[in-house]
């Protein structure tokens, strides 16, 4: 399965390093460099975004049309390559010719890609039939390839993809999923062949992944069963609560969509789809377009006006994920955010509690932010500069030294800090496919805070906890920043967390344990289900075996950016 790109001797000509550009660095002569570093600054004066490193080779005969165009040191484009969007390469990466690179891709290290292949970051529209294809939105996700990633001839890769690092594809491939770390994949579609590396360690990752698909198994054949249990037949003609004998709320309606749809493909029993879209859709306010909380009695309250009302602001994000889980939409837009201005917009990010208490603060962007996605995707109703204010108030403000909003404090340590940043980092960067700057950094801060044994010990685990150390290291996973460390602890918490499921029952908010046993918090329920469902995903995809468990999140949780800035 290899495509050529030896760095054997083969008499020059006017095109061989076009064609043939590994002979680049051993062949080339002085003018041969000048003409090369001519093309480069030329390409970079018309595109003040690219940047090359040291004795890269761009041919002059490649299509380079990039937005944003990142080499590292030793890479090169070779004649007939055809590059648009967003590229970010590591060190020694080639795109040989004829290759088609195009959408927002990542590249790590060592990532060789074999003549006539195709990554294609993007995908059209089709649903509408009454609509021609090509007039329908284009929806991207982006690739990301990691480190020492060996990708032969003629392969194709889909949007969304994420190939992890040591993998290998066969040539001729044609990649719909997830390329585990360290697998060997062939075919149409691609499907792991084998593995790499010494038996040991495929060993240790065949075994967790036979848990996983275990793990699995045994969630889909109880599911039924788990949201059955928080099912209240006797209020407003059936409600979800989060766990038999508490009241019914707007998230547990929310929560049971979310796991049925994982684990069964469908809306869960006993109402219809059909029923619940109508029940969550009724529930926004037209006139705030917010989403109020409901009585014990399952009456819906009055919504209060604004966004830092803790007690409902959620609603926002899980009563329209879970509406678009179902194939809908909300009916009306945000009213409170379509009126906003840029200058409200930095007036609030600055009055929130970033020293104090940044989850909060974090809590604020992601309704925002999340306000803002429904706004834009589903009503004219986003105001001009505001989502890009966001976006501008959070680089400048972020730390550049821990790649965090706000500072630790002596009792939490970097707990609310950590947590924050998921919550804002999920509701822009993650939900709009934006780039998180610093994300060296970001992984240094939240790695030291899981070394804390009193947030990350089994007894001490919380989905919260955990779910905001799983999502910003999944998120800064394509650098390949101290990857060895980020999977050895992936691997040690999803092995706890596989021991956290309750047969027939589900998940805890807190995990169980002897020294907790009768904690409310510690009692299985629809919202600690969701939310360890989707942080086993997470670990698991860190971990490299997540193709075991079968599921993707699709909602809340959502590896994939929701829309696409720009």
């Known amino acids: 399965m290899p495509h050529h790109d030896a760095a054997d001797t083969q008499p020059a000509g006017p095109d061989l390093f076009d064609y043939s550009p590994w002979h680049y660095w051993t062949q080339a002569t002085d003018d041969d460099r000048t003409r090369q570093n001519e093309h480069q600054s030329a390409l970079c004066k018309d595109s003040p975004s690219y940047r090359f490193g040291e004795d890269c080779f761009l041919s002059p005969l490649a299509a380079v049309q990039n937005d944003v165009l990142a080499l590292g040191a030793r890479s090169y484009i070779a004649a007939g390559a055809y590059v648009t969007g967003t590229l970010r390469a590591g060190r020694d990466c080639t795109i040989n010719p004829y290759t088609v690179v195009r959408g927002d891709i990542v590249l790590g290290d060592a990532v060789r890609i074999g003549a006539h292949t195709s990554l294609l970051a993007f995908n059209h529209g089709f649903e509408d039939p009454d609509t021609e294809v090509f007039k329908q939105p284009v929806t991207s996700n982006g690739i990301r390839i990691g480190h020492d990633v060996w990708i032969g001839s003629h392969v194709v890769i889909l949007d969304g993809i994420t190939v992890g690092d040591g993998a290998v594809v066969g040539a001729g491939s044609v990649v719909t999923k997830d390329v585990p770390a360290g697998a060997v994949v062939g075919g149409n579609p691609a499907r792991v062949l084998r593995r790499r590396g010494p038996a040991p360690a495929a060993s240790a990752a065949t075994d967790l992944a036979a848990r996983l698909a275990a793990f699995a198994d045994t969630t889909r054949a109880q599911a039924e069963d788990v949201i059955a249990r928080s099912f209240d037949s006797h209020v407003q003609g059936g409600l979800f609560v989060d766990a038999p004998g508490r009241p019914p709320t707007v998230r547990a309606q929310c929560d049971a969509i979310e796991i049925a749809d994982l684990l069964l493909g469908r809306a869960p029993a006993p109402l219809t789809g059909e029923d619940q879209i109508e029940r969550l859709r009724s529930w926004q306010d037209q006139e ?12 819906q309250l009055d919504a209060v ?31 409170t955010v379509a009126n906003a201005t840029p200058a409200g917009v930095i007036t609030a990010l600055d009055a929130l509690p970033w020293r104090s208490d940044p989850w909060h603060a974090g809590d604020w962007v992601d309704t925002l932010g999340t306000a803002l996605l429904w706004n834009r995707l589903h009503h004219p109703a986003t105001p001009d500069g505001v989502l890009e204010t966001l976006f501008g108030w959070l680089a400048t403000h972020q730390d550049s030294s821990t790649g965090m909003w706000g500072q630790p404090s002596p009792i939490d340590g970097h707990l609310l800090v950590v947590n924050g940043f998921y919550r804002a980092s999920r509701g822009t960067y993650a939900q709009y496919g934006v780039t998180v700057p610093h994300p060296e950094r970001v992984v240094d801060t939240v790695l030291r805070h899981a070394a804390e044994p009193r947030y990350t010990a089994p007894a001490a685990q919380t989905a919260c906890n955990i779910l905001d150390i799983a999502h910003p290291l999944w998120l800064t996973r394509a650098g390949g920043h101290r990857a060895d460390e980020v999977t050895a602890l992936a691997r040690r918490l999803l092995t706890d967390a596989l021991g956290h499921w309750q047969d027939g029952r589900g998940f805890s908010f807190r995990a169980p344990h002897p020294t907790t046993a009768g904690l409310p918090s510690t009692q ?15 670990l698991a995809d860190l ?10 999140p699709r909602g809340i949780h959502r590896p994939e950016a929701a829309t696409r800035l720009g």
């Open 288 to 299: 705030a377009g917010l989403i109020g909380a409901l009585t014990a009695e399952g009456r």
């Open 305 to 335: 006006d604004g966004l830092f009302d803790r007690d409902t602001a959620y609603h926002l994000l899980c009563v329209g994920y879970a509406l678009d889980l179902l194939g809908s939409r909300l009916p009306h837009p945000v009213h």
């Open 524 to 538: 299985p329920g629809l919202q600690g289900t969701e939310m360890w469902l989707a942080i086993i995903w997470y």
């Open 543 to 552: 971990a490299g075996v997540a193709e075991a468990l079968g599921y993707r």
